[in-house]
């Protein structure tokens, strides 16, 4: 089994960190395409996610195909455990997932609460493909001007994202990764307008 070494899942998070910081931002996780041992059908990036961010303090959902297994797997490695998808502190939607999961992910998955607002729930979301095509205009906090972006994802998850962060500082933050090891990150803060 892969364990990542410490000193590169920092530079991982570092990425993570920038993603969140900067909305629309792409960055590339690609020291570690190809780079697990395992056969779980995730990508790479998503397989270091769960390393980087599942511990004993934190609990999980996984979305996908062989969910279960896999599920048990990432307990293992990490200490942290399944729970519910409403209850889940992270949530992976693996690419192999039913069509129409991630909009109920959105749905279904905690916002926080006003005096806690960080108890949401973070959503890893494996997609297609993400490029920085004018599809997307985003603005908001950490976006000089705007950014724009595109993400090739079957289901329509804009107005899903959108009505569970109304109620600013409440909501959620997505975190997309793509087979490329593309790396693109929406906090609840940022403002997606369509252009097409």
């Not at 969140?20 to 792409?26: A, Y």
């Not at 004993?56 to 979305?63: A, D, G, Y």
């Not at 279904?108 to 005096?115: A, H, M, N, P, T």
Request: glycine share 4%; net charge negative.
């Amino acid at each position: 089994m892969t364990i990542y070494d410490p000193h590169a899942v920092q530079k991982a998070y570092r990425k993570l960190i920038d993603s969140l910081s900067k909305p629309g931002t792409i960055n590339i996780l690609d020291e570690f395409r190809d780079s697990k041992d395992i056969k779980i059908p995730c990508n790479d990036s998503t397989y270091l996610f769960m390393q980087m961010l599942l511990d004993t303090e934190v609990t999980f959902h996984i979305l996908g195909q062989n969910s279960e297994t896999i599920s048990k797997y990432v307990s293992q490695i990490t200490y942290a455990k399944s729970a519910p998808l409403h209850e889940a502190d992270f949530i992976f939607l693996l690419q192999n997932r039913e069509a129409g999961q991630l909009v109920n992910a959105i749905e279904q998955c905690k916002s926080g609460e006003l005096i806690n607002p960080h108890q949401s729930a973070t959503l890893i979301v494996e997609v297609e493909k993400i490029s920085k095509e004018e599809k997307y205009q985003l603005k908001g906090p950490g976006i000089e001007t705007v950014q724009f972006m595109n993400i090739y994802e079957k289901d329509n998850w804009i107005e899903a994202r959108a009505q569970k962060n109304i109620n600013y500082p409440i909501g959620i933050d997505i975190y997309f990764l793509d087979p490329e090891a593309r790396l693109l990150a929406l906090p609840r803060t940022t403002i997606i307008d369509g252009l097409t």
